[in-house]
């Protein structure tokens, strides 16, 4: 856990527009509507911060090939944060670890886009 966090710092530190980001969705100095290219490591900051965030209602974060690590952080911020009426993870590297943390949530139903 020590390594994860220490990680994130660095992720941080090495991306100021990252830190930026991650700061104005901690504050609610976001729009409702938003999309953030973070990667897998930031994207477990980004949950973190969504926790007490309540502007943000549509959070896009499709294709940016995060990790099911990354989506099992994603998931459990859902528990806490019941503003998001919508949120885009398509085509990413979900898998079991994501589902499994998803399917705790019951009130969430999970869907496909139509191709």
């Known amino acids: 856990m020590e390594n994860l966090l220490q990680e994130e710092q660095e992720e941080l530190a090495n991306?100021?527009?990252m830190e930026l980001a991650i700061c104005n969705v901690k504050e609610n100095q976001?729009?409702?509507?938003?999309r953030i290219a973070v990667n897998s490591v930031s994207a477990r900051v980004l949950a973190k911060a969504l926790w007490h965030n309540h502007v943000i209602t549509v959070l896009d974060l499709s294709s940016l090939g995060l990790s099911d690590h990354a989506g099992s952080y994603i998931a459990r911020m859902l528990n806490r944060n019941s503003n998001l009426a919508k949120l885009d993870l398509a085509d990413n590297q979900l898998g079991p670890r994501t589902c499994h943390v998803?399917?705790?949530?019951?009130?969430l139903v999970l869907r496909s886009a139509p191709y």
């Open 102 to 107: 998803w399917e705790k949530r019951s009130p």
């Open 15 to 17: 991306n100021p527009e």
């Open 30 to 34: 976001t729009g409702c509507s938003v």
